[in-house]
């Protein structure tokens, strides 16, 4: 998008002030009016300066200073905020931060799902928990609210809300192997990302629905991790999730990738989750490496991960 100062978009003005100055050809030409160039060079440069004194509306950012859009946001982060998460090993119990800000934001209009958040909380800078928090456009008196929260640990995980609820996983969320191809980490954190977005690109995902699981949709990835880490203590050098979406910008789908180990030896690793009771299917090199069955109607807790509504974000 062409922007001017103030963030205005050039485009629109343009288009006004070619409209403009058409009408003032129609005018001109009914009254007598020679429209010569230097005419018409006055006429654009008057109407730019108008113009961009104007409010123009943003066509790439519809909702931004939305003050509905900054209240949800703020519940969103309330709600968040007074979830305790721990991760429990064979020897100890480790309480996790949350990252201050969600680490992605996204809306189905297709599920009814206004506005939604990705939160994350780690343990020694290695992601532990990843909570999808979603509010819907249901009509009153149904909730607005939905919690998704998935494991993303080789420990247990264990989440506390603060109205009586809690999930404890029963299995490790994220058991992590060698990719196919040995890559090995370059020096800068720069460089690395390209790497990880390349390694990402190997990878594709279908989300099959259904009973009969006879609806397949391929989903696409999208290309901005939706997490960046790295961690001293577990000796991973640089890691990031990745998601892959089948409607809207949502992601079901989850693929980390990670270099882990020592500088002089880190292997790169990959693991994967879901988020959604849709089935899944995920592939890397056209291999499949993971998958999930079609879980509707099956309940709201499983082992690595649970969802529910509620008519309170907090």
């Known amino acids: 998008m062409s922007e001017g100062a103030g963030g205005v978009d050039l485009r629109l003005v343009n288009r006004r002030s070619e409209r403009s100055i058409t009408t003032v050809r129609e005018l ?10 230097d005419f018409r060079v006055k006429v654009l440069r ?6 961009a004194l104007c409010p123009i509306a943003r066509a790439d950012d519809p909702d931004k200073g939305s003050s509905e859009r900054q209240m949800l946001l703020k519940e969103m982060r309330a709600a968040v905020a007074a979830i305790k998460v721990h991760e429990t090993s064979r020897t100890e119990k480790r309480a996790a931060d949350m990252v201050a800000e969600p680490v992605f934001r996204y809306s189905d209009q297709q599920r009814q799902i206004r506005d939604a958040t990705i939160w994350v909380w780690t343990v020694h800078g290695r992601p532990v928990a990843l909570m999808k928090t979603e509010r819907y456009g249901f009509p009153e008196p149904q909730p607005h ?9 080789s420990d247990t995980l264990t989440v506390k809300w603060p109205f009586n609820r809690e999930f404890v996983s029963k299995k490790p969320g994220m058991t992590f192997r060698p990719t196919t191809s040995a890559v090995d980490a370059v020096e800068t954190k720069s460089g690395r990302l390209v790497q990880l977005k390349n390694l990402a690109r190997r990878f594709s995902a279908t989300m099959i629905d259904g009973v009969n699981e006879d609806v397949k949709t391929e989903m696409r990835l999208l290309t901005t991790p939706l997490f960046r880490y790295s961690s001293e203590v577990d000796e991973i050098i640089d890691g990031a999730f990745f998601g892959f979406s089948a409607t809207g910008t949502n992601p079901d789908a989850i693929v980390a990738i990670q270099w882990q180990g020592g500088s002089s030896a880190a292997k790169c690793e990959f693991s994967v989750t879901g988020t959604t009771t849709t089935g899944l299917r995920v ?3 056209d291999t499949e490496v993971w998958s999930q069955p079609f879980l509707s109607g099956r309940g709201q807790e499983f082992d690595t991960w649970t969802w529910f509504f509620s008519d309170r974000a907090e």
């Not at 001109?28 to 160039?37: H, L, N, T």
Request: aromatic content about 8%; hydrophobic content about 50%.
């Open 145 to 153: 609210w939905l919690f998704n929260v998935t494991s993303v640990t």
């Open 283 to 285: 592939r890397l090199d």
């Open 28 to 37: 001109s030409q009914a009254e007598g009016v020679s429209m010569d160039s």
């Open 46 to 51: 008057l109407l730019v300066g108008i113009l």
